[in-house]
């Protein structure tokens, strides 16, 4: 399970510990920052660097420092695009930073994220199973609480499959990026949103 701070009340319910509620943000604002909770070890590095070589430039943003590693990107909700930041701390914590939301569409995006992420999966229960096999037992050894990043939107994730079929990864990456700068939606922090299906089938086959 994750640390939880100073302060901090765990929700095992919804995944999220509240901290201290709403910190300052650059430009003004206030942002929420919730630690998310999930069971069992969290193999940090791997789940950072899957997200890193899936990353597509201005779509989502991974950026390293002393203090760990951060996830930004925008997600769509029914009130228009919100940039969040996922940060991964040294010490285990996942914290998700958003801007105030209404609880509704609060509760969806954190939910979202959650399964972005692959925070709901039990490794107390998934490591044992598989270190049960002699070929996974030193895997799951070396890299205890492996998570499958999954996707905040299904309709981006298909188009981005497809974009990626029989190319390199970088290939796929500068394609996505192209797709996004001529389509998408500039949206907070120099960041796109991902083009609608409506916007992508309007557009002529010779663009």
Known sequence: MSPSGPGAVPDVQNGAVVQNGAVPRAGGG???QDSLAYRGPLAREPLVNALAAHAVPGLERVTRGS???????????????????????????????RPQLPDTEDAELTARVRSWLDLEADHTVIDPFLSRFDLLEPLVRCHPGLRVPGTTDGF????????????SLAAARTFG??????????????????????????VLAED
Do not use: K, N
Request: net charge negative.
């Open 156 to 167: 981006e994730t298909a188009v981005l499959t497809v974009l990626g079929q029989q190319v």
């Open 30 to 32: 206030a942002v929420r």
């Open 177 to 202: 990026a192209r797709l996004v700068a001529s389509f998408g939606r500039p949206g907070p922090a120099g960041l796109f949103t991902f083009p609608t299906p409506e916007s992508l089938a309007a």
């Open 67 to 97: 203090d760990g590693a951060a996830v930004e990107r925008l997600l769509t909700l029914p009130s228009g695009p919100v940039e969040i930041a996922v940060r991964f701390r040294p010490d285990g914590e996942v914290v998700l930073a």
